[in-house]
C-alpha cells in the first residue's frame, strides 16, 4: 500500500504549482510587454539624439544652440567670467597673484577681490580674462617678460 503521506505530499506540491504559474502568468505578460515597451522607447530616443545631432551640425542652423538652457557660443562682448574660473585660470597658467594683476593692469587687490566673488571684473577686463582662458603658459610667461 502507497504511504498516503507521500501521496499528499506530492498532490499538494504539484496543486501549489499550478496555482503559482496561473498567479504568475499576468504579471510575466506584463513584463514581456513592459521589456517590449522600453526597447522600443530606447530606440526612438536613439533616433531622435541622431536627429538633433544632425541638426546641430547642419549650417546656418539656429545662431545659439542651446545646451542644457544656456548659450554655447558666447559673442566676444558677453564673456561670462565667475570668481572660481578666475582663479582656476590663474592656476593653470600657474601665475601668482601678483602676476596676474600685472598682465590685466590691475592691483593684486582686486584680483583678490575678484577671486573671492566681492566684486566683479569690468567689461574690458573680462575681454582681457577671456584673452588669456585661450593662451599658454609660455606666452603668458613671454608677455610677462616684455611687461
Do not use: Y
Amino acid at each position: 500500500m502507497p504511504d498516503i503521506a507521500k501521496l499528499l505530499k506530492v498532490e499538494i506540491s504539484r496543486l501549489a504549482r499550478k496555482e503559482i504559474r496561473t498567479a504568475t502568468e499576468e504579471l510575466e505578460l506584463e513584463i514581456r510587454t513592459l521589456k517590449k515597451n522600453t526597447k522600443v522607447q530606447q530606440a526612438e530616443i536613439l533616433q531622435l539624439k541622431r536627429i538633433v545631432a544632425k541638426l546641430e551640425r547642419r549650417p546656418g542652423a539656429a545662431s545659439t544652440p542651446v545646451k542644457n538652457g544656456s548659450a554655447t557660443d558666447e559673442p566676444e562682448s558677453k564673456v561670462r567670467i565667475s570668481s572660481a574660473s578666475i582663479k582656476n585660470h590663474r592656476l593653470r597658467l600657474k601665475l601668482s597673484q601678483q602676476e596676474f594683476g600685472r598682465l590685466l593692469e590691475v592691483s593684486t587687490n582686486t584680483i583678490v577681490r575678484w577671486e573671492a566673488g566681492t566684486s566683479k571684473p569690468r567689461a574690458t577686463h573680462c575681454q582681457n580674462i577671456a584673452k588669456l582662458r585661450k593662451s599658454g603658459q609660455r606666452q603668458v610667461r613671454q608677455l610677462l617678460a616684455a611687461l
